[in-house]
């Protein structure tokens, strides 16, 4: 099955083979891996050892992002969110349930998010302490630019929290460029083509330092799993950690390196969304943004016009033929949505396409411009 979601995404036979074998994770074999990989992972996001630290934590996304809120920014303190879409409403709910107060800012979805805008909105209110991107907008597409953002919030001596979850890996992220980003964070089941399992913070030490007793939560506190690793070891873990999918990561960093790392993963990326993008064109169906707008990470298609139009009867009709995509939409329009991340490559999204054409014409659907 040819699995183009924007996560978990597909992976290679050799990642999930990895996994096949029974783990302890407090043996001297899996320290040692798991306390290499918090530098492998340190190495992508460019940190300092020493000013960065590596803070993973089992679960997903959503988890990481609110132990990063709970960690950083403390209970009644201020987060401006511009409001990029699905992903920047859940880091809303996310702070608000966390007992902090998220600001959100109101942006064009389509659109990029302006520096300058967050530099006015942070002029506005000297009492917000964060501001908190989405640098991969998954609802949409659209990339927003959190080193140019993040210039202005070092600007204006605020901090900065990045959601890189659909980013990391693929897009440039340079933490020893970026003093003002408290933490950015990401998962294993994304750019970096792993299994889904673990969460990852890379996070500023001496805001850590600054920030004990800070999250209100045990599960959810980066600076405790900081000081954990400082105590007991990079290669202990607080609480059970899925190991297998930990070798599983180990393993895909392996490809992700020899592959060259995050200028060829952007590339291939890139090139996978371009044979997306001008394949779905050549059906004659409509893609939710505009080609200077769309980001490489995942396409949203309007849905067709045609009455016949039944977004779980094409996933079905796709399925059949060998590709799995969302059955669900993430915009404010009818849309369905396809990702260009993990283990595929331009001639798999040429297929995908092909496999569209196909279903399309089993559902009979013959208007395909925007609903
Ligand atoms: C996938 C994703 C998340 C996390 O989703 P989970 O389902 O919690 O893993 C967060 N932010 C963005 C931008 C994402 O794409």
Redesign the pocket.
């Known amino acids: 099955m040819l699995l183009l979601i924007?996560?978990p995404v597909a992976t290679r036979p050799e990642v999930r083979a990895a996994m096949a074998q029974d783990v302890a994770p407090w043996d001297n074999d899996f320290r040692a891996i798991y306390a290499r990989l918090r530098e492998r992972v340190l190495a992508v996001a460019h940190g300092v050892p020493g000013e960065h630290a590596t803070l993973p934590l089992q679960g997903?996304?959503?988890?990481i992002?609110e132990a990063a809120i709970r960690t950083f920014i403390p209970p009644g303190g201020k987060l401006l969110i511009p409001g990029s879409g699905a992903?920047a409403d859940?880091m809303t709910r996310l702070a608000r349930e966390a007992g902090r107060v998220p600001v959100v800012m109101p942006i064009d979805p389509d659109r990029p998010t302006d520096p300058a805008a967050v530099g006015a909105a942070l002029a506005a209110d000297p009492s917000i302490g964060h501001v908190g991107v989405?640098y991969?907008?998954?609802g949409s597409g659209v990339i927003h630019d959190a080193p140019a953002i993040g210039a202005v919030v070092r600007q204006a001596g605020r901090r900065m929290i990045v959601?890189a979850?659909?980013a990391f890996g693929a897009l440039p992220l340079d933490m020893s460029a970026q003093p003002e980003i408290d933490a950015a964070l990401f998962?294993s089941n994304?750019c970096l083509e792993g299994l889904?399992g673990m969460g990852f913070a890379v996070a500023r030490v001496d805001r850590l330092q600054a920030s004990v007793g800070q999250a209100g939560s045990w599960s959810f506190d980066l600076e405790s799993i900081y000081t954990h690793a400082l105590k007991a070891g990079w290669g202990s873990f607080r609480f059970t950690p899925p190991a297998q999918v930990l070798m599983a990561f180990d393993k895909a960093l392996d490809f992700y390196e020899a592959e060259g790392g995050q200028p060829a993963r952007l590339a291939r990326y890139v090139a996978n969304m371009r044979a997306f993008y001008d394949g779905i064109r050549g059906l004659g169906l409509s893609p939710y943004l505009p080609r200077e707008q769309q980001g490489p990470i995942i396409v949203n298609v309007h849905a067709p016009a045609d009455p016949a139009w039944d977004l779980q009867r094409f996933v079905d009709a796709l399925k059949a033929r060998g590709v799995l995509i969302s059955n669900f939409y993430n915009t404010a329009t009818p849309t369905f949505r396809v990702g260009c991340i993990g283990a595929v490559t331009p001639d798999d999204m040429r297929r995908a396409v092909g496999a569209m054409a196909e279903a399309l014409n089993e559902l009979g659907i013959t208007r395909r411009e925007a609903a």
Request: include cysteine; glycine fraction near 10%; charge should be neutral.
């Open positions: 924007p996560g997903c996304g959503h988890f992002t992903y859940r989405i991969s907008e998954t959601d979850v659909s998962t994304k889904p």
